[in-house]
């Protein structure tokens, strides 16, 4: 657990990232023993993690995707057939039949 707590406090700026990776880490840490802070520390990550689910999923599918308009192509779109003519007409004149 010192390790833990010298890693965070080393770093410039704990984002959210960080703190739910090192709670993790503590409560797997203190999986197998009984000590105070571990009821504290999965209230706090279940809350946490209702927080994250709602911020992450509430802009999953926001319906704006079809709100979209189509944008045509600039370029000239030819057949297949069109463009396999031409270059073997470029092989051909490349090789001089």
Known sequence: MKNLRERLSALPT????????????ALRILRDEAHPAKK???????????????????????GTALKVTEVKPHIKV????????????????????
């Open 14 to 25: 704990a984002v959210r990232r960080d703190i739910h990776s090192a709670v993790h880490e």
């Open 40 to 62: 504290i520390l999965i209230q706090w990550k279940c809350e946490n993690d209702k927080v994250n689910l709602e911020r992450y999923s509430s802009h999953l599918y926001s």
């Open 78 to 97: 030819i057949a297949y057939d069109v463009w396999l003519r031409n270059h073997e007409r470029r092989i051909r004149l490349r090789a001089g039949t």
